[in-house]
């Protein structure tokens, strides 16, 4: 009887709305009582969903890809304006030494390991994001800014901040090089080694092909991160945007993906003398969703030159290019790297998620500093989720790494993580 009074509830002020809103365009007084009605039904809404089983919208490629709502703040005529977010606390637990505390890092293990445990607790991983939506002509104009505190002060950290129109997106999104779609369902703030990964500024232009089918196809930062020693005289230079391409086919929420990336590589010395190199790189990915359950399967292999950046173990190391001071040229890296995990729900508020990835860097070692390798990432979780706002876990994590001279070590950790949404 308790869960039908809800119902009810929201039957009777539906045919409230219906009877009021043939007066409301006369009726100044009776518009202001329909949108107070509408905001007792939006307070329901919230109520119900909190109270109902959740779906899949509390997984981490559902929260990437922003497939999650906020509370909304106003909402007249469709022109809404959404507050979101959650609040994440972290417990992390590493058995030996690894100089990425925050989110698991396989090249971030030191070696020699001197194998010194430590614990971090953080809040870095929390995010706040405000929404808009408005009607022009017939389509909706969507922005998104959003925030987190990934750092070791916890200051506010831009995340996105784009708008869509139609089919096309402009701002700060995920690469169209990267499927975020496939992120692994992790209570890790990285995930994968070797999963593409990287929010870039952008135009990005969706052409839907058919019922199942995208084609999407961007102009993006053209940043480089590159090893370019002092007394080599150069530095990296934005000239020309990466162009990135992909096309997916989805059905019954399975997809399956291929995307591409030229990534122009341009440097110059200080008496202007300007080379320039030729970044690539492919990749196909997808995700199986399970038929009658939850379950699903999501892989990733990719394979280019130059393309580190787009890396999630290496992107900021500077690997898309060394420079070799015997040639007086800049050496561009081969990188590849497969990824796959199965996510299990063992019942409906309760799910487990099994996955490994391994990186491979065809490291040329033209530089004592760029010495890295190799590494492995794998993770095992066990996720509650009471309701659709709240949901916490534990996770194990191993990964190795293993430079160029072939020395190797290896870390362990544990993570413990509540969430709260809002």
Do not use: C
Not at 22 to 39: C, G, H, P, V
Not at 123 to 134: E, H, K, M, P, T
Not at 339 to 349: E, L, M, N, R, T
Request: net charge positive; proline share 4%; glycine share 8%.
């Amino acid at each position: 009887m308790m869960r039908l009074l809800p119902k009810l509830t929201l039957a009777f002020l539906l045919l409230q709305m219906l009877a009021i809103t043939a007066f409301a365009q006369k009726d100044s007084i009776t518009r202001k009582r329909l949108d107070s009605l509408e905001a007792k039904l939006n307070y329901i809404d919230i109520r119900l969903k909190k109270n109902a089983s959740p779906p899949r919208t509390q997984t981490r490629s559902a929260v990437e890809s922003g497939r999650y709502t906020g509370v909304v703040m106003a909402d007249d005529e469709s022109v809404a304006l959404q507050i979101g977010g959650f609040i994440q606390t972290d417990a992390i637990h590493d058995f030996h030494n690894n100089n990425s505390p925050l989110g698991f890092l396989s090249s971030g293990i030191t070696i020699p390991n001197d194998k010194k445990s430590n614990t971090t607790y953080s809040v870095a991983a929390s995010r706040f994001n405000l929404s808009g939506q408005i009607p022009i002509e017939g389509k909706a104009l969507r922005t998104v800014l959003e925030f987190d505190l990934f750092n070791s002060s916890f200051s506010p950290n831009l995340r996105m901040a784009y708008a869509e129109y139609g089919k096309v997106l402009v701002g700060m999104y995920w690469s169209n090089f990267m499927d975020v779609d496939a992120y692994p369902n992790t209570l890790d703030y990285n995930g994968p080694n070797s999963m593409t990964s990287g929010r870039q500024v952008q135009f990005r232009l969706t052409l839907p092909v058919s019922k199942t089918t995208d084609v999407v196809l961007a102009l993006e930062d053209p940043v480089s991160f590159l090893t370019l020693p002092d007394e080599s005289g150069f530095q990296a230079l934005k000239q020309v945007p990466d162009i990135t391409g992909s096309i997916q086919y989805s059905k019954n929420g399975s997809h399956l993906r291929f995307s591409s990336v030229l990534h122009p590589i341009v440097y110059e010395n200080t008496a202007q003398k300007r080379k320039s190199k030729i970044g690539y790189g492919i990749s196909a990915s997808g995700v199986l969703q399970q038929p009658g359950n939850k379950d699903n399967f999501v892989f990733q292999a990719t394979y280019g030159k130059g393309i580190s950046k787009y890396i999630n173990d290496i992107g900021p190391d500077n690997y898309d290019g060394v420079y070799n001071p015997v040639t007086d040229n800049l050496e561009v890296l081969a990188v590849w790297g497969l990824s796959a995990s199965y996510d299990h729900w063992w019942a409906d508020k309760f799910s487990s998620t099994a996955g490994w990835g391994y990186l491979n860097l065809e490291n040329k070692g033209v530089s004592v500093n760029q010495n890295f390798k190799s590494s492995n990432y794998g993770i095992f979780n066990l996720i509650y989720y009471p309701n659709s706002f709240i949901k916490g876990g534990v996770e194990y994590l191993y990964g190795t790494r293993k430079n160029l001279n072939g020395d190797s070590a290896n870390n362990s950790r544990i993570q413990l993580t509540m969430q709260f949404r809002f």
